[in-house]
């Protein structure tokens, strides 16, 4: 069951034509935009005969985009953009991005595809709980499951009991939360007295926009009786609908014929083979508003080799095992949160939320892990707890080297709200 058939199990050759034409008219389009005008004037775009000549196009960076801000990558008379959406502004200034109105059309489209192939239909109740406004979550996945014939609830965030109530008097089937916001809303139904399998009609969430292990995944499938899907979006490539799971849940495919994909090494820029991480680096192929070139997301993921049993062609993308600006590096190792979620999301006794704090207190570096235990850790005795924190502290040594102090706090004690979580403090003087 596809959304657009020919063009999901489009063929490799066919998708490569496909490529190299929208790549080619992206290139004429983005040389009206200020930014590019310079940068491609040495491009004849109409030389432009396969995607892989993308390669000798230049580089676009996050610091490129906010160097250029307001309008300096519109590619387009200002009144024919009829929205502009800015990132979350997780890792600095932010930046913003445009879309005339076939733009939002494609972009409702691929949100739509990419429902549809989680197994999303029309007639379900859709729930949408993140943030509208200038985050592309929000207004994104709403038009794309509107397309697609949802009953969309625009419920937004913030206000755990009043999201459940409207899950239980809508007959919810489907739910779009942040992972972390997920579990914390999970503990909620508890509190209350309420099981989301018995309590609620859901049967998919779709969870994304931050990073996540395949533990916190487990962790949400179980709790909710759903089947959890995987999606990864950036405002810079419009925001959901850019790579999502299908049923099999093997991976993510990228919708390559809007996006042109290159994984490449971070410092030689070199492409890396499936099975290889690397960066994401992207190419807009169908956006006319604003074009972007080769844009470095530094998110971290591969490309998973073979292919997909649901018979869609488009490549597929691994968990996104974080974003090159999330590593932090302590006693010289290198250390992702990801790797540190995935340890303690191993431990039954370790709750859902935990936050990494980075200091140099006692005159060296230290990181402390701070994790809240489960319910049922409360009939814990003191000893108990610290050969807790003590397995903990050794589990994580073995994933990371490094020896963390492990500090294990009461259910609901760490800081949570509907957006993106932050899992690491670093409070070490730069
Ligand atoms: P910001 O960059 O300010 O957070 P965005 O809302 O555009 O603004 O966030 C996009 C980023 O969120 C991606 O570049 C990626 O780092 C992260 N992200 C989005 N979806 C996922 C996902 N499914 N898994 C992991 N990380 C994700
Ligand atoms: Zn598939």
């Known amino acids: 069951m596809f959304w ?9 050759n066919d998708l490569a034509a496909l490529q190299a034409q929208r790549l080619a008219q992206t290139v004429a389009w983005a040389k009206a935009a200020p930014f590019y005008k310079d940068r491609l004037s040495g491009v004849d775009a109409e030389a432009i005969k396969s995607p ?18 307001p309008f300096g990558h519109l590619a387009v008379p200002k009144s024919q953009a009829v929205r502009l959406h800015a990132s979350s502004g997780t890792t600095g200034t932010p930046t913003a991005v445009y879309h005339t109105k076939r733009d939002l059309q494609n972009w409702a489209n691929l949100v739509a595809r990419s429902l549809f192939m989680a197994g999303v239909r029309p007639g379900d109740v859709f729930q949408n709980v993140v943030g509208y406004g200038l985050f592309t979550g929000g207004l994104g996945m709403h038009y794309g499951a509107e397309r697609l014939g949802a009953l969309v609830i625009p419920a937004g965030t913030g206000n755990s009991r009043r999201q459940i109530a409207l899950m239980r008097q809508f007959g919810v089937s489907v739910a779009h939360l942040i992972p972390s916001y997920a579990l914390k809303l999970a503990a909620t139904f508890k509190e209350l007295g309420l099981d989301p399998k018995r309590d609620t009609k859901l049967k998919i969430m779709i969870i994304g926009a931050e990073p996540h292990t ?12 759903v089947r959890a899907v995987n999606s990864y979006g950036l405002s810079e490539m419009n925001g959901p609908g850019v790579a999502f799971e299908c049923a099999e849940q093997n991976g993510m495919h990228l919708w390559e014929d809007c996006f042109l994909l290159e994984v490449l090494d971070p410092e030689s820029l070199e492409p890396k ?3 290889e991480v690397g960066e994401i680096v992207l190419t807009t192929l169908t956006r006319r508003a ?6 470095r997301t530094r998110d971290l993921a591969s ?16 968990r996104i095992s974080g974003r090159s600006d999330d590593m932090f590096i302590i006693k010289g190792v290198n250390v992702y949160p990801m790797q540190v979620e995935a340890v303690l999301m191993g431990f039954k006794e370790c709750g859902d939320n935990y936050l990494i704090e980075l200091d140099a207190a006692g005159g060296a570096d230290q990181m402390t892990v701070r994790i809240e235990t489960t319910e049922n850790a409360r009939t814990m005795s003191s000893d108990e707890f610290e050969r807790l924190a003590g397995k903990l502290a050794r589990a994580l040594r073995d994933e990371i080297l490094v020896t963390p102090r492990v500090e294990l706090v009461a259910p609901g004690s760490l800081p949570a709200g509907p ?3 932050e899992r690491v403090r670093d409070q070490r003087p730069r």
């Open 303 to 318: 490309v998973l080799p073979g292919a997909c049993p649901c018979g869609r062609s488009h490549q597929r993308l691994s």
């Open 214 to 225: 395949e533990e916190a995944r487990q962790r949400i499938q179980r709790a909710y009786g």
């Open 52 to 69: 892989e000549d993308v390669r000798r196009l230049p580089f676009t960076t996050k610091d490129d985009l906010r160097g250029a801000f």
């Open 273 to 275: 083979a499936p099975g």
């Open 419 to 421: 957006g993106k979580a």
């Open 4 to 12: 657009q058939k020919d063009l999901e199990t489009i063929s490799k």
């Open 290 to 295: 604003m074009p972007l070139i080769r844009y």
